[in-house]
């Protein structure tokens, strides 16, 4: 067993009491206030007993208002499916830890809550400390063991929220529900996240306080649609009597027409009359409660994910657009969400994890949840070659850590930019050597060498030549344009003429057609004629001599 750690303080003056810390103090029990039977106060819901539930929470009176928000959960599909996106969506982001410093101790802190969370304890229980994004608050406690000396969280389990109520003073300090009355939560046992959806008193900022209206409503919708189909297309039995009938007599009429609905068959006098009436073109709009169901369900989307296009299917004008926007929306609640969790845990895991097993700190090491804003490793490495070049000295370490790249392992071969090799006889970095790859057709031509030293075949040598080489069609473009100025001007100068006679933007304006219609291009019509007539020919000759040789061989 590990050495009794010092006495430690908490930060509003509770002791970490080492013994609480091993045990559980808050698990349910049979004939105790904390019993897992629960009340359901949705059963004959109207606005009446809504009020009276939410107001007894505000007053302190918990319990029948998160039996309430457990049972919308269950019985509500869509309210689940949106509470669940939103506490998924924050549970599947990477979790790093940050070292409060670079000393060795920090980093030493920051690897001991690195190798916790390897456990997968947190993992586990991220979606039980979410609870509160719909109830307004959660309690978990914290299960420690001691191994080597090493106090560490082993379990992190899921308490029942009416276990709990806030201090009725002050409305803002959670305390136990025990036999005996309430009592202080230990310190360094619980991690109690509260996640408000508005400003006030915790117990009124849970999103199940809005949801609860919405609830009430489309449950009505629900019930009068069931009420409907069950009635639709069935014919409407009317009974009929006459002014003397008896008391006995109706009686006897109203049986049969109840034995008329559930077993078909009945008897009155020979005097009274049954008639069936068909009611199915006299019904209301079919989608009536539907639709009134669905308003309630874009309403339920909002207040949990801030938009509906990404949970229900909804036509806009604004094509994708649209819809990137709204996940953009549900994207800044993630964070939101994820660094609220995250302040949670570090304050109420985090910290005493640090000061059971290393000691009071001044700065802790942190948890952070949610994804690295994204780098453009493309945009960095472009930046750097450029400030390379300027002179400005950039790590290279930290730019391979940028774009995401390992270091080379000890005895591998590090990554290099190919370069061209030196001709055979160059000296590599040879400063009179010329620069081929600058001027190829300027360059001198070596003869090719095998690897053995001797020269290769003249063809291989030719080959390389007219590679080298210009052809025809390139001389005859250089000859065409070795004038080119002088075509150029009689096309310009009418332009050039404009602009320094105009005094105005309007003046160019005006006289730019005419300055058009002035322009000289018959001196380019001609020279392009010829080039154009020449490259042809020449291409033609070429095609067929290389005909001709082809056929020679």
């Not at 490259?535 to 067929?544: F, N, P, Q, T």
Request: aromatic fraction near 6%; hydrophobic fraction near 40%; charged fraction near 25%.
């Amino acid at each position: 067993m590990a050495t009794k750690p010092p006495p430690l303080v908490w930060a509003d003056g509770r002791p970490m009491i080492m013994d609480t810390l091993r045990r559980e103090i808050a698990a349910p029990s049979v004939g105790s206030v904390r019993s897992i039977q629960s009340g359901h106060p949705a059963q004959g819901m109207d606005p009446r007993k809504l009020g009276q539930i939410l107001r007894a929470a505000e007053g302190g009176d918990e319990i029948a208002y998160f039996e309430l928000a457990e049972e919308i959960e269950e019985k509500d599909l869509h309210i689940l499916s949106i509470l669940g996106t939103r506490k998924r969506a924050v549970c599947a982001l990477p979790i790093e830890v940050d070292a409060a410093g670079d000393s060795p101790e920090e980093q030493a802190d920051a690897d001991l809550v690195r190798d916790w969370l390897d456990t997968g304890a947190l993992e586990l229980a991220l979606f039980d400390i979410l609870d509160a994004i719909g109830k307004g608050r959660s309690a978990c406690e914290i299960i420690w063991k001691t191994t080597a000396q090493l106090w560490t969280p082993d379990r992190i389990k899921w308490r029942d929220p009416r276990h709990f109520e806030y201090d009725r003073t002050t409305g803002e300090d959670l305390r136990l529900r025990t036999n005996e009355g309430t009592k202080r939560l230990p310190a360094a046992k619980f991690v109690v996240h509260e996640h408000k959806a508005k400003s006030g008193l915790p117990i009124r900022g849970g999103l199940m306080r809005a949801l609860a209206w919405g609830y009430l409503f489309k449950n009505y919708a629900i019930k009068d649609w069931v009420i409907f189909l069950e009635g639709y297309g069935h014919p409407l039995r009317l009974g009929k009597y006459g002014p003397n009938e008896t008391e006995a007599n109706k009686r006897i009429l109203a049986n049969a027409l109840t034995q008329l609905g559930a077993d078909a068959w009945g008897t009155i006098p020979e005097t009274m009359k049954v008639e069936f009436i068909d009611r199915k073109a006299g019904t209301a709009p079919n989608d009536l409660w539907r639709s009134k169901a669905e308003f309630w369900d874009l309403q339920f989307s909002k207040a949990v994910l801030g938009q509906t296009n990404t949970t229900d299917a909804q036509a806009g004008g604004l094509g994708s657009g649209q819809a990137n926007v709204h996940n953009d929306v549900r994207g800044d609640i993630m964070d939101a969400d994820a660094k609220l969790v995250s302040a949670t845990i570090n304050r109420d895991i985090v910290v005493p994890m640090i000061m059971l097993n290393r000691g009071v700190r001044t700065t802790y090491p942190r948890i952070r949840i949610g994804r690295p804003d994204e780098i453009d490793a493309a945009i960095d490495i472009a930046n750097a070659k450029e400030l390379a070049a300027m002179g400005v000295k950039i790590g290279g370490t930290q730019m391979r850590e940028r774009a995401g790249l390992p270091a080379p392992e000890e005895g591998e071969e590090p990554l290099q930019v190919s370069t061209p090799s030196n001709s055979p006889g160059e000296a590599p970095g040879d400063a009179a050597a010329p620069d081929i790859r600058k001027n190829p057709a300027s360059a001198p031509l070596e003869p090719f060498k095998s690897p053995t030293g001797g020269n290769q075949d003249q063809g291989a040598v030719a080959a390389a030549q007219s590679e080298r080489q210009p052809d025809g069609i390139d001389r005859a473009i250089d000859e065409a344009l070795d004038d080119w100025q002088a075509l150029v001007d009689p096309m310009r100068g009418p332009i050039d003429a404009l602009l320094e006679s105009a005094e105005s933007l309007e003046d160019v304006r005006d006289g730019l057609i005419n300055a058009l219609q002035a322009m000289d291009v018959s001196a380019m019509q001609s020279v392009l004629a010829r080039a154009g007539f020449g490259s042809r020919l020449l291409g033609d000759i070429e095609a067929r001599g290389e005909g001709g040789e082809a056929a020679d061989g």
